[in-house]
């Protein structure tokens, strides 16, 4: 089954892949893939419930820091209960912001990965000059082969993604 789709992700980017350097490849699935996971997040997750979570533990940050402050134990203990609660919402909000989102995103990285494997497995996508730690932290992470002054597609692509859901984030006011 995988392999109908690899062959089908072929016929559609393989003449990207065949006609352009790896670097803008990687950069442009990067941008696609990094901004379709971060829409896909936006549509799913229930942006109000997670500002009004963040706000709600604001206040209580600021509540327990002054009752500490004060050493008064009464206020402590009723927050101490509050805090209860608020971790009961923490936890339905991350399972929320966390399943959904990861059902239909978990699926779509493992075949692309699969398939871009395929054709950038142990190439440097990116050089620098030096070697760079965050580069050999990737390489440790995916037990590459490259030297330390490489990053490969894994890396590259990370850092794009994140960079562009980063940006589209703070575009869209998500929490």
């Known amino acids: 089954m995988l392999e109908g789709i690899y062959l089908f992700l072929d016929k559609v980017f393989g003449p990207l892949i065949l006609n352009y350097h790896p670097l803008w490849v990687v950069t442009v699935s990067g941008i696609i893939l990094g901004a379709f996971f971060t829409l896909l997040n936006y549509v799913l997750v229930d942006q109000e419930k997670m500002k009004r979570l963040q706000k709600l533990s604001q206040e209580f940050q600021k509540e327990y820091k002054a009752a500490q402050a004060a050493k008064d134990e009464k206020k402590l203990r009723k927050l101490q209960q509050k805090q209860m609660e608020l971790l009961?919402?923490?936890?339905?909000?991350?399972?929320?912001?966390?399943?959904?989102?990861?059902?239909?995103?978990?699926?779509?990285?493992?075949?692309?990965?699969?398939?871009?494997?395929?054709?950038?497995?142990?190439?440097?996508?990116?050089?620098?000059?030096?070697?760079?730690?965050?580069?050999?932290?990737?390489?440790?992470?995916?037990?590459?082969?490259?030297?330390?002054?490489?990053?490969?597609?894994?890396?590259?692509?990370?850092?794009?993604?994140?960079?562009?859901?980063?940006?589209?984030?703070?575009?869209?006011?998500?929490?």
Not at 103 to 123: A, D, K, M, Q, S
């Open 88 to 175: 009961k919402l923490q936890n339905e909000v991350m399972k929320d912001s966390m399943l959904k989102p990861m059902i239909f995103t978990l699926p779509i990285f493992w075949i692309f990965f699969g398939w871009l494997r395929r054709w950038y497995v142990e190439v440097g996508i990116v050089k620098a000059p030096f070697n760079f730690f965050l580069f050999d932290w990737f390489h440790r992470f995916y037990h590459s082969g490259l030297p330390p002054s490489e990053l490969g597609y894994i890396g590259w692509y990370v850092l794009t993604s994140m960079a562009v859901g980063y940006i589209l984030r703070k575009f869209l006011d998500m929490a």
